[in-house]
């Protein structure tokens, strides 16, 4: 059974800090890895899917790795903005079927 | 862009009341999925629904819970008879047509069960 665990739970970060977010799986036949950003009160959305044929994948200010043998994922947010301050959930899918294990989340504050 | 859409946003309910929840996923999306997050918790994976039949569900969607796409836009969760512990925020996602693609949620359905 797929297990996906994030630290820290928490950060806070001043503007234009570089910052890195920590993502790991138990299940090492994952075939991909999801990146969500979740405001309050709001739903999921998705920045990054990362492939098990990829090592990375980048969408602008963001980058995310994976690292299938060592069970880990980060994501990496250069340049950090108070408008990234959200809470980041990882999630990784078992190795069969559909269902997505989500993380605890990073809730990140980018403070002016 | 599309997005999925959810109603209502809130939903108020006594206990042992039926509630239906309903999503509209992306139009030419084929997998359909229910999720939920108690508040304070990890978001859990209740449902996925593909070739109008359920592909996965999980130890929490029980008897009580059913889903529908009763016309090719609305994709509906049933609770029959809702418990306190039921209360959360259930959300509904779509993706394309693999399954190992990015997956759109809507911005959530609140149940509060009293």
């Known amino acids: 059974k797929q297990e996906v665990t994030q630290i820290p739970a928490a950060l806070s970060v001043p503007e234009g800090e570089n910052l890195v977010l920590n993502c790991s799986f138990t299940d090492s036949a994952i075939y991909n890895l999801q990146w969500f950003r979740q405001d309050p009160g709001k739903g999921l959305t998705s920045l990054l899917l990362?492939?098990?044929?990829?090592r990375e994948q980048t969408s602008g200010r963001l980058n995310a790795s994976l690292d299938k043998s060592s069970g880990r994922s980060t994501l990496y947010i250069a340049a950090s903005q108070p408008g990234d301050s959200a809470t980041y959930l990882c999630a990784g899918p078992e190795a069969s079927g559909s269902r997505l294990t989500f993380g605890e989340g990073t809730q990140l504050t980018v403070n002016p | 862009e599309p997005e999925v859409t959810q109603t209502p946003s809130h939903q108020v309910t006594q206990m042992g009341q039926e509630v239906i929840l309903r999503c509209v996923p992306i139009?030419?999306?084929?997998?359909f999925y229910w999720y939920r997050q108690i508040l304070g918790q990890k978001v859990e994976f209740l449902v996925s629904f593909y070739n109008n039949e359920i592909s996965e569900k999980s130890e929490i969607f029980d008897d009580q819970f059913s889903v529908e796409r009763p016309d090719g836009s609305n994709f509906t969760l049933k609770i029959r008879s809702t418990k306190l512990e039921d209360s959360a925020m259930y959300f509904c996602a779509s993706s394309g047509g693999t399954g190992n693609e990015k997956l759109f949620f809507g911005s959530g359905t609140q149940l509060s069960v009293l």
């Open positions: 990362i492939q098990s044929s990829q």
């Open positions: 139009s030419n999306h084929l997998y």
